[in-house]
């Protein structure tokens, strides 16, 4: 009788521990409570999941839950979530200069596209103002000889390799051959090399022309638009211009 007593006591007491603090069985994928650690919110759920999250250059990997069911006999029933983070790894992020984009495609094009663009605003102006004293004054300045003398060394210094004096000079008797220039000119920073040669060497023969013209009081705004592209034949036609003015 005692004993059984004592059963019926212990019973009782199970089933009114269970009443008060019922037993929490999470649900599948509901979240169940929130975690923030090093600037990360992250919800946890039941399940136990890993998350990688990068947050102002730090990189946290592992991230996850650890979920523990614990039963008393006066507690009930609990949960226990304990965040668990295996490591840190930080990440330097910074700016960093690579000497291949100072000698890359894309800075060839550029020096190309502004040794083109840099000589126009001075054709413009001998052509279409050639007695503006803004004109004069451009054309008395060496500035964009400068300039375009320092692209062309440039780009010669990038494109100039330990058989360019071979490929030059490929005649026995030092004189330069077709095959050869065709051969070194097949680079593209040759090239631009040799563009932005023409650009300085034509923009001198242009404003030579406009200077003799306006010293003659000849005509020139067409010998130097032939100078640009075509500066043999706009020399060409200010010798014929100029000789066409004085017969007459």
């Known amino acids: 009788m005692v004993v059984a007593g004592i059963f019926i006591f212990a019973h009782s007491m199970a089933i009114s521990s269970c009443l008060c603090h019922p037993l929490v069985l999470p649900l599948k994928d509901k979240p169940i409570g929130t975690w923030g650690n090093v600037g990360v919110d992250q919800r946890l759920t039941s399940a136990p999941r890993s998350m990688n999250a990068e947050t102002f250059g730090r990189q946290i990997t592992g991230v996850g839950t650890d979920l523990q069911s614990e039963w008393s006999f006066l507690g009930g029933s609990r949960v226990i979530i304990r ?32 040794g083109t663009a840099g000589v126009l605003p001075f ?5 279409f103002a050639p007695k503006a004293e803004l004109t004069k004054k451009s054309m008395e300045s060496s500035i964009p000889y400068v300039v375009l003398g320092v692209l062309y060394a440039y780009l010669l210094y990038l494109s100039w390799t330990p058989d360019t004096i071979r490929l030059m000079f490929a005649s026995k008797y030092w004189l330069p051959e077709l095959p050869g220039i065709a051969k070194m000119f097949s680079s593209e920073i040759t090239l631009a090399s040799a563009w932005i040669h023409l650009l300085a060497v034509d923009l001198f023969a242009a404003r030579h022309v406009f200077q ?16 640009l592209l075509f500066c043999p ?16």
Request: aromatic share 8%.
């Open 83 to 114: 965040p668990q983070v295996t490591k840190f790894i930080r990440h330097q992020k910074g700016f960093h200069i690579h000497a291949s984009w100072l000698s890359g495609p894309q800075l060839v094009s550029t020096v190309f596209t502004l």
């Open 123 to 127: 054709y413009a102006l001998m052509v």
């Open 212 to 227: 003799d013209g306006l010293q003659n009081q000849i005509e020139t705004r067409h010998s130097v638009s032939l100078c």
């Open 233 to 248: 034949i706009g020399i060409l036609t200010h010798v014929i211009t100029k000789a066409l003015t004085k017969s007459s």
